[in-house]
Nanobody, 119 residues
């Protein structure tokens, strides 16, 4: 079974930065649009950003535009989320998976990585 493994989370002060990584074991996702999601306590999981298979087409939710950058390195089977100017409202567990249009995402949810932004 292919697993998606998120890492890079942590505790950071407002205005700080973190870089999240998402790794997978095979090249199964090479042709897929991939995404980062997040889920804050008591809230629904929400899309943060997604990136096309080539790495050139990117989409960001308004609440992260200008602060977060999504990228991928297919040679390393890895996707990244560079998060700058972090805010307390960015506190959440962050997950990677296929983009929302794919119906088989339930097969690939990982454990996520926790990001906590506080003084």
């Amino acid at each position: 079974q292919v697993q998606l493994v998120e890492s890079g989370g942590g505790l950071v002060q407002p205005g700080g930065s973190l870089r999240l990584s998402c790794r997978w074991s095979t090249r199964i996702f090479d042709l897929n649009v991939l995404a980062w999601y997040r889920q804050a306590p008591g809230k629904e999981r929400e899309l943060v950003a997604h990136i096309g298979a080539s790495g050139f087409t990117k989409y960001y939710r308004d609440f992260v535009k200008g602060r977060f950058t999504i990228s991928r390195d297919s040679a390393k089977n890895t996707m990244y989320l560079q998060m700058n100017l972090l805010r307390p409202e960015d506190t959440a567990a962050y997950y990677c998976n296929k983009a929302p249009d794919y119906s088989d995402r339930s097969l690939y949810w990982g454990q996520g990585t926790q990001v906590t932004v506080q003084v």
